[in-house]
């Protein structure tokens, strides 16, 4: 009997053991039951589709509020992606690039106004007169010296003036200082002797002021060009600011597109006058020095045939 009711007493406690320990482990294998009125707070994070991220490439959906209603987004969250968008953000590079591409030397002077492009055809005409004058000068003093150094060596070594009027009368009948000797020559040649110095220094002067003539052929081009090109360029950038201000009233903008063509057309007229101003300046001043120079070898020549026919005939 003390066996089988320490066994009964045994089975009790394993029995009470086991429902003890199921019910303290039945939390973390189950879970609780929510009630009604607190299932739904809890289960609106997870069935909330706001809250869920949207797929790749598509909107994320709208909001859902306490009360069923869905949230409005700000202003600043629209606003936001425009303001971002690079083609936007690039479209007004894309357009004065474009006007950049579009504006060419030949396109402005082609869209310039009738006065204007009046303005740049005579520049460029001054300018072209400039510079053919500038290449035939130069042709001609390249030949000069070395023909006045060869006659000048003839003239002394021939023994009188008649001698030497003959060769200069043959081999350099376009010289200045051999047409000045047969002047002096055929001055001689009458035979007077009273003041036949005189005589001789006056035709020598006479033909000396025709050939400074000569020399100074086309110097007035140069002194005119170089003087006004410059403000008649000048005239055609105000006229062309004009119209670029006429332009901004009548369009109501200051678009680059609207502004850039007239001040275009305006600095390539100054541009154009300054083009033709400085070569002839240039070019005056350099003929100014050879000119000067040559009728300073003149003056000398003079003197020298001068002195022998004061030598040879007085």
Do not use: C
């Not at 009738?114 to 303005?119: A, E, G, K, M, T």
Request: glycine fraction near 8%; avoid cysteine; proline fraction near 7%.
């Amino acid at each position: 009997m003390t066996i089988a009711r320490a066994t009964i007493a045994a089975g009790l406690m394993l029995g009470i053991t086991m429902i003890a320990t199921a019910a303290m482990a039945q939390p973390a294998t189950q879970p609780a039951q929510p009630s009604p009125t607190s299932a739904a707070p809890a289960a609106a994070p997870a069935t909330d589709p706001a809250a869920a991220p949207a797929p790749a490439g598509e909107p994320a959906p709208p909001a859902i509020g306490p009360d069923g209603l869905p949230i409005a987004p700000p202003a600043d969250a629209t606003a936001a992606p425009a303001a971002a968008d690079p083609a936007a953000a690039a479209a007004p590079a894309a357009e004065v690039e474009q006007l950049g591409e579009d504006i060419t030397l030949f396109s402005m002077v082609r869209d310039a106004s009738l006065v204007v492009q009046i303005v740049m055809a005579l520049l460029m005409a001054w300018s072209v007169a400039t510079w053919t004058i500038m290449i035939s000068k130069l042709l001609y003093f390249s030949g000069l010296g070395g023909a006045s150094d060869r006659f000048l060596q003839a003239f002394r070594n021939a023994g009188s003036l008649a001698d030497a009027a003959k060769s200069a009368g043959k081999n350099f009948r376009t010289n200045p200082l051999a047409k000045m000797l047969v002047a002096a020559a055929d001055e001689i040649g009458t035979g007077k002797k009273s003041h036949i110095s005189n005589r001789v220094a006056q035709r020598m002067g006479i033909v000396q002021a025709e050939v400074g003539e000569e020399l100074s052929s086309g110097m007035g081009v140069f002194a005119t060009v170089g003087s006004i090109a410059a403000f008649v360029g000048l005239f055609g950038t105000v006229y062309g600011i004009m119209n670029s201000f006429i332009g901004i009233a009548k369009s109501q903008t200051t678009n680059l597109a609207v502004v850039a063509p007239g001040i275009a057309e305006a600095l390539l007229a100054t541009a154009i006058g300054l083009f033709a101003a400085v070569p002839a300046v240039i070019f005056y001043n350099m003929f100014a020095r050879r000119i000067g120079a040559y009728q300073t070898r003149m003056e000398n020549f003079a003197n020298e045939v001068g002195v022998r026919v004061s030598r040879d005939h007085e």
